[in-house]
């Protein structure tokens, strides 16, 4: 398809010859960009000789924004035009430029401009015949004042050929094509999936909406594990018949042997209180931490005896543990699904479904509760097992998308506005418990 250069339409007919078309517009821009008005400006010289070749060569089809300010200036292929409009504002300054320039320039065949909306250079013929205008009498009727400015004549369009194309070229043309909307096809879906959250995305920023949408801080909470340590002058009587190894000489702790019947004076123990934490609530709380992360939140971590109930009330919060936290305890004491003694979690609407933990806990049990108006009149959620596996698999479920999705498939209509518990299994090997299974369920 061929391009041709645009041209101003005018009042008065006349017409540069074809021939040597390009050169004289090439002379005109090369005078333009040395005059005053663009002397000063690199940005005003690289735009404007820019657009003119462009039209000149027939590629007008270059003439996109966001390509020109990749080409000209230098910015990356897949800018945002609407964030940074530096081609928009540039071309309103070469505009303003030419217009200063054809105010004190008239001795070119050729007149180059940009029309507004439009990146395009159109050029005109100007009429040789300014000298011979009348000078204007500083008074008489009928006579203006303004300055005579000199005619534009339009520049006949240059049409070039259409080449010959061969089946061969055209076959090439069309596979490329294809290979370019399959191209195109892709990096559509590669959008959408980046952009468009999934459906178990979707269903697990619902079920995380109380606390992600809250405008206060999120609050979790771990208590501390009851632990008993041997006092300094207990542990100094026993190195003083038991030398220490290398490493307790540098301070590391090791298990005392305690022999079936050995007798301890209770001064001998004293109790570390808000001091122990086990391994399945820092991984429950590092995972929780991480999507906080992810999600942007801020939060504050408590732990021990370092909270209260005044603290509860001022911010969303996520408990951490059971039987080593007495908030868990106490905020969920009154649901379906509470804690039985050490080992167990029992269904208080029919006390005969119970769960326990095995010896050894290599079976392991837990309960996460999703409380949006909570004892403490703030969005509470729990995750709390009867061991620390327990509690670990329970924050693995809570930051898992697809396991939410799963869960919330089963839930009734308007879910995301109720009260949720789930009880979960989990099997603990070596210490670590495996992904948590669903066992039981309630939404009210």
Known sequence: MGHALES??????????????????????????????????KQAQDLLRFIVDKTVSGHAELLKERVIGSEVFGRPPDYDTNSDPIVRARVAEVRKRLALYYQIEHE????????????????GRIDGNRSHLPAAPPHGPGLSSKPVEPEISPIPQVVVAK????????????????INAAFAVVLLILVILRWIPSSETRAFNRFWTPILDSHQNTLIYVGGNAVYQLSPAYLAAYYREHP?????????????????????????????????????DVAAITKIESLLVRRERKFNIRYGEDVAFGDLRESP???????????????TENLRFVFDGPSSIVDRSDPRKRWSASAGFTEDYAIVSRILNSKTGTTVIAAAGVG?????????????????????????NGWEKKNIQIVLHTT????????PDVVATYCW
């Open 428 to 435: 603990v090997t070596n210490q670590l418990p495996s992904a």
């Open 388 to 412: 620390y596996a327990g509690t670990q698999a329970a924050a693995d479920f809570l930051t898992n998308s697809q396991s939410i999705s799963a869960l919330v498939k089963s839930l009734p």
């Open 317 to 331: 919060t996520i408990l951490i543990g059971a039987h080593n936290n007495s908030w868990t305890l106490s905020v």
């Open 8 to 41: 101003e339409e005018s009042s008065q007919g006349g017409s540069l010859p074809q021939n040597g078309l390009a050169e004289l517009i090439q002379k005109a821009l090369a005078e333009i960009l040395i005059s005053n008005p663009f002397r000063a400006s």
């Open 244 to 280: 220490r190894n290398p490493a307790e000489e540098m301070g590391f702790e090791s298990y005392i042997p305690l022999p079936p019947g050995t007798k301890i004076d209770g001064q001998d123990l004293y109790p570390a209180k808000d001091t122990f934490v086990t391994i399945g």
């Open 163 to 178: 080449p010959m194309v061969s089946p061969s070229s055209r076959r090439f043309s069309q596979r490329t094509w294809s």
């Open 108 to 123: 070119h065949a050729v007149r180059i401009s940009v029309p507004l909306g439009s990146f395009r250079a159109v050029f």
